[in-house]
């Protein structure tokens, strides 16, 4: 069974920075795809941006530019790097994984971080 443990969710001040962590118990190869998505208090989860077993990747349009995904390998870490927060970036943020077909082809979550952007 695939484990995703996020962390690095905490309170953060508007305008300033938090990097969340997604370490997963299986090679980041061993995915298709690996993303953050989000889901806001009263609100649907949301897909916050992806990237691809090819290295291509994708952001939704309110993290364009503040918001960037990279993996370490060797780690088996994916991370989310968020910058110029605002309030409405606050959520339970979760780390998704897609595997591979010839892996079978299934998506798993992590547990969730809380993630709190407040004066």
């Known amino acids: 069974q695939v484990q995703l443990v996020e962390s690095g969710g905490g309170l953060v001040q508007p305008g300033g920075s938090l990097k969340l962590s997604c370490a997963t118990s299986?090679?980041?190869?061993?995915?298709?795809?690996m993303g953050w998505y989000r889901q806001p208090p009263g609100k649907q989860r949301e897909l916050v941006g992806q990237?691809?077993?090819?290295?291509?990747?994708s952001y939704a349009d309110s993290v364009k530019g503040r918001f960037t995904i990279s993996r370490d390998y060797f780690k088996n870490t994916m991370y989310l790097q968020m910058n110029s927060l605002e309030s409405e970036d606050t959520a339970v943020y979760y780390c998704?994984?897609?595997?591979?077909?010839?892996?079978?082809?299934?998506?798993?979550w992590g547990q969730g971080t809380q993630v709190t952007v407040s004066s």
């Open positions: 990237m691809f077993r090819v290295g291509s990747s």
């Open positions: 998704n994984a897609i595997e591979t077909l010839s892996r079978g082809g299934n998506q798993y």
């Open positions: 299986e090679s980041i190869f061993s995915f298709n795809s």
